[in-house]
């Protein structure tokens, strides 16, 4: 009826998703990310997971921390799922997503690539490493999530600028694939990957400073931002 509504202004936008139980990611998804990077498009998707209390809201802050000089950007399609299931047939996995939402995969790459052994977790999954929102689109009411832009802007300067169509492993591929290994729930939060532009891969390489301003949008979904602190 709208005699409820709250202006935006004055509302604090929470993640649409609180505490999952898994938020689930994949690495090298798209072929541009693989081409920036000159590596070989992969013949399996590359699965890692962020701990839940990275999440954090559409336009709450990300704390830089303090033992980390390299704090790049990854705005990234998240799947969220809506229908219990295991062993999922890719023709049904769409059934079992809720809708869609906007994340930044917020990542440390020196703890990424170089400390920690090389593994990913530790460099991805500091609190606040998963800005998410501004809310879940259902997945009946996305035209086509295979081909919206998806966009990364920092202080104003676009460095990210792609299409869904470039994933190298859709959604359906990728919900089948997970449920192989572990059964999913309602409420965990698959992220699908991220398209060329992040600021590791730059000739010099730029990485978000503290006062910085990250912006992420896709289309038909919305935009979250998020300053650094």
């Known amino acids: 009826s709208g005699q409820h509504r709250v202006p935006r202004a004055t509302a604090q936008l929470l993640a649409p998703v609180g505490d999952p139980e ?29 701990f839940p209390s990275a999440i954090t809201g559409p336009f709450d802050d990300i704390v ?13 399609l998240a799947a969220v799922i809506g229908k219990r299931g295991r062993h999922i047939e890719e023709a049904a996995a769409l059934e079992h997503v809720l809708g869609f939402t906007v994340a930044n995969d917020v990542s440390a790459r020196d703890w990424q690539m170089r400390r920690n052994g090389r593994q990913w977790l530790l460099g991805k999954t500091f609190d606040t490493f998963c800005p998410l929102g501004p809310a879940i ?14 966009r990364c802007s920092v202080n104003g300067h676009r460095m990210q600028d792609s299409n869904t169509r ?28 991220t398209p060329a532009g992040v600021g590791v891969f730059r000739k010099p390489p730029v990485f978000l400073q503290r006062g910085d301003e990250v ?13 650094v602190v």
């Open 22 to 50: 898994k938020v689930i990611c994949v690495g090298l998804n798209y072929h541009d990310h693989c081409q920036e990077q000159g590596v070989k498009v992969p013949k399996e998707p590359l699965i890692f997971s962020k």
């Open 64 to 76: 830089h921390p303090q033992d980390t000089s390299e704090l790049d950007w990854e705005v990234e």
């Open 137 to 150: 689109v259902t997945r009946e009411a996305v035209a086509d999530v295979h081909n919206l832009w998806i």
């Open 166 to 193: 470039h994933l190298i492993f859709g959604v359906p591929a990728l919900v089948a694939w997970v449920s192989r290994f572990v059964t999913l729930v309602p409420g965990d939060i698959l992220l699908t990957g």
């Open 215 to 227: 912006q992420c949008e896709i289309e038909e979904l919305g935009t979250i931002c998020n300053r």
